[in-house]
């Protein structure tokens, strides 16, 4: 009758609202495959987590998990080989980042190949929970996700940020509040820009002075500070267990006064920018005369770029290159070394050229692969190094892409954290224009330069630059939302991307920063 087909609707519209379907939750990344089901699972008292096969750092995956939901459920969720609703299944010993999770009424399981791939899946997991899972003290919540599957897989090998801690120093306890978050999003290189002309922020056992003198200061003249080697290796071994590689740079010949102020011996003769540039294009010197009366330059805290760089004709120089680099190959076990090489525009061009070639030879010899600011494109490159894409230029790109290696995509129009969103922005720069969310969202990195596919490209990495950003809260404002947006770039392929629907979810994560105090930018672009 139509009285009970009526009813049927009713009842089926009510079950609609009391049971949201999987696909509506606010997963970022996206992942790439999500199947409906009916029902939802709940974890109660009594859920436990349960692991299945071998690996070193399964049990570790598993206590992540279980340390992430027990605060604000305030439930035991032990973590055994024996029993638990919430599986967690490694079925290989493989570096896979790919993971599937099947979600029924009775159990979740997450299972991957990799234990990469089983850490992701433990992320998709904690987000589909409610929001308040993020609370550091006990909520009363159901705590209910939609049954269904998910298929998942990163698009790029490489889905990086990068913290610059030269121009202003970041405490080691901010770098990992900032790994926390990157975890959340499935982000797995972390690049800290280590050098410029304001700051050297990692000891050096064998040029002490560098950090004596060259990590003093900052831009503002403010204290400055940097890294022992063991405060370095704890930020690799707490990025590491969150499956972040750290990637680090010394940035050369260019972006080097604070190794110049630090040894007067290093230093051909450029000095601070005095807002007369054509003094300093001269550069460089006579070495010979520079030798006989090494002076060290000033140390400098303003934030220009482009007008210092190291005396690439002088053999000294490359003994440096060399100890700096076997010290800080030694106590990073990931593949990559960056070697800096932007706006080096006090170079000559045939000794940057000379330059970037024997020092790319001095990181292979240590065992690591060079990348280098796209401009190192210009020399010749070794099979298997990166250039990393910033400027609006495609040249560079092009000239490695020609030489056959990988470029890394940083386009600063898109991915640059420190651009102001617009002209009211509280802080950050704006020469490369302003980057609204939907801006730094709407991209794709295959269709920045003409021809290109996804093998021509090993990733996308979003860097903060530091003139601007002091403290946490800056921090927060300039890489939240937009941090997001850049990992949804990385890891979701292109065809299920929609900033319609990166809108909605983002504005889901922004009630989790909301409760873990995250100072984010309320873009206008979304409705909070
Ligand atoms: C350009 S991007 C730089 C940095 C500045 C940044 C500020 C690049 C490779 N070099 O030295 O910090 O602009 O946005």
Redesign the pocket.
């Known amino acids: 009758s139509r009285l009970s087909l009526l009813l049927v609707a009713t009842l089926a519209l009510g079950a609609c609202k009391e049971s949201p379907l999987l696909s509506d939750s606010a997963v970022i990344p996206l992942p790439q495959e999500i199947r409906n089901a009916s029902g939802s699972f709940e974890l109660t008292p009594e859920t436990g987590i349960k692991l299945i096969g071998t690996g070193e750092r399964l049990t570790k995956i598993g206590e992540h998990l279980a340390e992430k939901l027990r605060p604000a459920t305030g439930f035991d969720i032990p973590v055994s080989f024996d029993a638990g609703q919430l599986v967690l299944e490694l079925t290989g010993n493989g570096d896979s980042e790919a993971y599937e999770i099947d979600i029924s009424e009775e159990e979740i399981k997450i299972a991957s190949s990799g234990e990469a791939g089983l850490f992701y899946g433990v992320q998709t997991v904690l987000q589909l929970f409610p929001k308040e899972i993020v609370n550091k003290s006990v909520q009363s919540v159901d705590w209910a996700i939609p049954t269904g599957s998910i298929k998942d897989e990163p698009t790029f090998g490489y889905r990086g940020s990068m913290l ?1 801690v030269a ?1 202003h120093f970041i405490s080691i306890e901010d770098v990992k509040y900032y790994i926390d978050h990157m975890a959340v999003y499935k982000f797995n290189y972390l690049h800290l820009h280590l050098t ?1 002309d304001q700051g050297w922020r990692i000891e050096i056992k064998s040029w002490p002075k560098l950090t004596e003198i060259g990590g003093s200061t900052e831009v503002g003249g403010g204290d400055g500070g940097f890294y022992t080697q063991e405060q370095y290796k704890e930020i690799v071994a707490y990025a590491a267990d969150r499956f972040i590689t750290i990637v680090p740079e010394i ?1 050369m010949p260019g ?1 080097t006064n604070s190794v110049l102020a630090s040894y007067g011996e290093l230093n051909p003769g450029v000095n601070l920018p005095d807002g007369d540039f054509s003094t300093v294009t001269k550069a460089p010197l006579e070495y010979e005369v520079m030798l006989k009366v090494p002076q060290a330059s000033e140390l400098y805290t303003g ?1 220009e ?1 482009g007008w210092s760089t190291f005396a690439t004709r002088l053999e000294l120089t490359y003994a440096f290159v060399d100890s700096v680099t076997r010290e800080i190959s030694e106590i990073t076990p990931g593949p990559y070394f960056h070697i ?1 090489g ?2 080096s525009h006090v170079t000559e061009k045939g000794d940057y050229v000379y330059f970037v070639e024997r020092v790319q030879d001095i990181v292979s010899k240590y065992g690591k692969t060079s990348i280098g ?1 796209d401009e190192v494109a210009t020399a010749k490159l070794l099979p298997g190094n990166i250039a ?1 894409y ?2 609006r230029e495609d040249e560079n790109a092009k000239l490695a892409n020609e030489q056959g290696n990988q470029i890394l995509m ?1 386009p ?1 129009t898109r991915a ?1 954290l ?2 102001q969103y617009d002209s009211t922005s509280r802080i950050g ?1 704006h ?2 224009g302003y980057v609204e969310l939907d801006k730094a969202y709407s991209w794709e990195p295959t269709e920045l330069i003409e021809g290109f596919t996804n093998a021509d490209i090993l990733g996308v990495e979003a ?1 903060l ?3 601007t950003v002091t403290n946490r809260a800056d921090i927060d404002y300039l890489a939240f939302p937009r941090l997001t947006a850049i990992a949804e770039v990385a890891w979701t392929r292109k065809e299920v991307r929609r900033w319609e629907s990166y809108k909605r979810r983002v504005s889901s994560h922004g009630e989790r920063w909301d409760i873990q105090g995250v100072q984010f930018y309320k873009s206008p672009t979304v409705s909070w």
């Open positions: 610059d121009r410029d940035d972006h934030i770029v800096g932007d706006e600011w990393q910033w400027s940083s600063n640059y420190d651009m720069l020469w490369a860097p630059w530091t003139e």
